[in-house]
């Protein structure tokens, strides 16, 4: 490759052939590089699914690299493609590819992780090689626009930021007034499966792994051998073509479905009604301006009603697009947010799922089995007990990092810090999504079976969310005093008595001692 102009950079989530970085590519002069290190999957504990999905993926974008006639320098887990061995680092695999190449610069699109970026911006200055980082065109909002934006609006909510991105954008739109007369259906998409369960729900949109993701899934095996989870039922889109094909399947299967019974959760039940495309998005297998554009056409249609389209649409073009810009402005500090002081550690079983909490032991147990589990399994389920028994907010983070197949971590990092844990102090969100055991009754089986009763909140039999929901309260009473949405849960607490209260401290410090649950 003498006389190289230009290297351009994919990194593991930003498989897509039209994105910034091939801009101008020649192949008579450019080239691109890819590697895969050890560090990406052990910078946090990643989970065999999440680990499988990202080299297989990248090794099916790899010949799609080569099948467009572009040239490609690919390192692989242990070797290279000339047969010299691999740094277990990013920068240090860059580091070593510049010394082969000697190319003129490096281009790559905008990284999704300010880690990534920062080792990029170290090697490009260490090896004093120019680095242009090109704007990353899958999104909706640039981060620039996303600031000025913010700066505008001032205190940022999600539901006047998707408002503007509707009617920037036109979708869902009648003129200029909202289709049907609403922004939100949120009160049409709280529904329960009842009591007779779920029924008829469509099965997952599976890929049986070809000959390239076996490989991987041997790899894996063998060398993350003590990472949590197992790959014995991977079964994710790791092409394009594969994702197209779930994207389909979602619009044609479940999306009618999904507004009413989006929140609704069952035991045994990980896939329901939900997309499962997040993964093909944050790996840019997908881009949302498609996803976007089929579940409205399903809509026009008259194939899908209103609130799940509207419900959906809400996720990709208002949610996904507002984590990025918060976390891409608040960076690197926001990290380390932690507004409630929350010190404890987290519980060594949420990576094994042995808890005798029925709710946590299913959701837990399906997402190391899969790597996935829907935005209430992990909102209210997972996330609410670290938030209740107060985690530390950075580890709750690199557990959800290290255990979800879509989680890159622009995606994943606010959705934790921010809404789950409400460690940003409201940053994110209006208030701190606390809720009782009843919460998880009301919207789930899984309480059936469990031997901890949601309606005590202190006893040998009080549901462990339940004692810490008020024992929250109690610890937290004077910040959330001055959030007008949370008055009705202290008027609640104040009804408490000092004998009860008593009584709940007791048990949550047996809680958080491992005495109760594990």
């Known amino acids: 490759m003498a006389g190289l102009r230009s290297l351009v950079i994919v990194l593991g989530d930003q498989l897509n052939l039209d994105a910034a970085a091939f801009d101008g590519f020649d192949p008579a002069r450019d080239a691109v590089w890819m590697a895969e290190v050890s560090e990406e999957s052990t910078h946090v504990w990643s989970s065999k699914q999440r680990c499988a999905l990202f080299l297989s ?127 939100n259906f949120d009160a049409d998409n709280r529904g329960t499966f009842g009591a007779g369960g779920p029924a008829g729900i469509p099965a997952r949109t599976a890929f049986e792994p070809d000959a390239l993701t076996r490989e991987v899934l041997e790899l894996v095996t063998t060398r993350f051998t003590a990472h949590p989870g197992s790959v014995a039922e991977f079964a994710w889109p790791v092409s394009r073509p594969e994702a197209l094909v779930a994207l389909q399947r979602f619009v044609a299967d479940r999306l009618p479905s999904f507004g009413r019974y989006q929140d609704a959760m069952w035991s045994g039940e990980a896939w329901g009604y939900h997309s499962h495309l997040a993964a093909a998005l944050n790996l840019k297998l997908l881009n949302p301006r498609e996803v976007v554009a089929a579940a409205e056409a399903a809509y026009a249609a008259g194939l899908v009603p209103l609130a799940s389209a509207e419900g959906f649409i809400r996720q990709i073009l208002g949610w996904r697009e507002y984590v990025r810009g918060i976390y891409w402005t608040r960076m690197p500090g926001y990290l380390e947010s932690n507004a409630l002081g929350a010190r404890e550690a987290l519980p ?109 909140r202190a006893g040998s039999a009080a549901c462990p969310f339940t004692t810490l929901y008020w024992d929250f309260l109690m610890r937290h009473q004077g910040i959330m005093a001055a959030n007008q949405r949370m008055s009705l849960q202290l008027k609640n607490l104040q009804r408490i008595g000092a004998d009860d209260r008593a009584a709940i401290v007791a048990r949550a410090a047996a809680i958080r001692r491992g005495e109760i649950g594990s």
């Not at 690919?74 to 010394?99: H, I, K, M, Q, V």
């Not at 899958?138 to 408002?163: C, D, I, P, T, W």
């Not at 255990?403 to 921010?418: S, T």
């Open 348 to 456: 060594a079983w949420y990576w094994t799922g042995d808890t005798d909490m029925a709710c946590l032991r299913d959701v837990i147990g399906q997402t190391l089995r899969h790597g996935y589990a829907h935005h209430i399994q992990r909102l209210m389920v997972t996330g609410l007990y670290t938030l209740l028994l107060g985690v530390t907010p950075a580890r709750v983070h690199e557990w959800y990092l290290a255990v979800y197949v879509d989680a890159v971590e622009w995606a994943e990092l606010p959705n934790v810090i921010g809404m789950s844990q409400y460690a940003d102090g409201g940053v994110m969100a209006s208030k701190p999504y606390v809720a009782s055991g009843k919460y998880i009754e009301r919207m789930s089986n899984f309480c059936r079976g469990c031997r901890y009763d949601p309606g005590q």
């Open 57 to 183: 993926a990248m090794r099916h974008f790899a010949e799609a690299i080569r099948d467009a006639g572009r040239v490609l320098d690919y390192t692989r887990l242990g070797r290279t493609d000339d047969g010299s061995g691999a740094a277990s680092t990013l920068g240090g695999a860059l580091r070593a590819a510049l010394e082969r190449l000697q190319p003129q610069r490096l281009v790559v699109t905008e990284p999704g992780d300010w880690r990534v970026l920062k080792a990029l911006e170290k090697t490009a200055e260490d090896s004093r090689i120019p680095l242009e980082i090109r704007e990353d065109r899958h999104f909706y909002m640039s981060v620039k626009e996303f600031s000025n934006y913010s700066q505008k609006a001032g205190r940022l909510r999600l539901e006047y930021f998707y408002r503007e991105m509707r009617r920037r954008h036109g979708v869902l739109m009648e003129g200029d007034v909202p289709a049907g007369g609403q922004w």
